[in-house]
């Protein structure tokens, strides 16, 4: 079974960086995009950070200019770094990939994990 391994943040100071990391779990096909998301407590879930396999990355207005993501498509792991926190980055962080059911394949399912809840302490 599929599954995505998240790893990392919890609690962070306000200022400081959040790292957080995910790697697929059951798949050795190469994933086509993988990255992050967050639930804030107002319930809007907004793109943090996303890299495709061709290396190309995308990130969410909110953060851009702080966040930084670096992966591997054939690894199939990807890590997230949000510089400068704070209180406002508090959120749920969901990772996400899509990951093609075989090699070659050009349609992919959306896998979730279940997400870390990040803390900001001022």
């Known amino acids: 079974q599929v599954q995505l391994v998240e790893s990392g943040g919890g609690l962070v100071r306000a200022g400081e960086s959040l790292t957080l990391s995910c790697a697929v779990s059951g798949s050795t096909v190469p994933f086509n995009a993988m990255g992050w998301y967050r639930e804030r407590p107002e319930g809007l879930r907004e793109l943090v950070a996303v890299m495709k396999n061709d290396g190309s990355k995308k990130f969410g207005e909110v953060v851009e200019g702080r966040v930084f993501i670096s992966g591997d498509s054939a690894k199939n792991a990807v890590s997230m770094q949000l510089d400068s926190v704070t209180p406002e980055d508090a959120a749920l962080y969901t990772c996400?990939?899509?990951?093609?059911?075989?090699?070659?394949?050009?349609?992919?399912?959306?896998?979730w994990g279940q997400g870390i809840q990040v803390t900001v302490s001022s």
């Open positions: 996400n990939a899509e990951i093609p059911p075989f090699a070659g394949a050009t349609w992919w399912n959306d896998r």
